[in-house]
């Protein structure tokens, strides 16, 4: 079955941590080689928070996120995760996985990610 399954969510106080992970179907892993995750709030659009290619293990994040979040990968278990750290009540969200069929994460838009996981709700109170 080819799929992406996020766990890893919960409800925190600010300044705690989290991390989530992504079990990616090995049909997906193995071709789609930027992964991403992606969050969206209530009324917000979607917003990328962590890339990788996992070819190369090359990331990015945006500032909003730079020095809290990091993305790793588990190729062995065909899994990436997302540290979560200080987080803000402003990180609360429903948390998503994606996989685009990129070498690269470099410039790819929302819409060019072929699969998306169901998510995760992480909820920061203050």
């Known amino acids: 079955q080819v799929q992406l399954v996020e766990s890893g969510g919960g409800s925190v106080q600010a300044g705690g941590s989290l991390r989530l992970s992504c079990a990616a179907s090995?049909?997906?892993?193995?071709?789609?080689?930027?992964m991403a995750w992606f969050r969206q709030a209530p009324g917000k659009e979607r917003e990328g928070v962590a890339y990788i290619a996992t070819r190369t293990s090359i990331r990015y994040y945006p500032d909003s996120v730079k020095g809290r979040f990091t993305i790793s990968q588990d190729n062995a278990k065909n899994t990436i995760y997302l540290q979560l750290n200080s987080l803000k009540p402003e990180d609360t969200a429903m948390y998503y996985c994606?996989?685009?069929?990129?070498?690269?994460?470099?410039?790819?838009?929302?819409?060019?990610?072929?699969?998306w996981g169901q998510g995760t709700q992480v909820t920061v109170s203050s």
């Open positions: 090995r049909a997906i892993y193995s071709r789609y080689y930027c």
């Open positions: 994606a996989a685009a069929d990129r070498s690269t994460c470099l410039g790819a838009l929302a819409n060019e990610y072929n699969y």
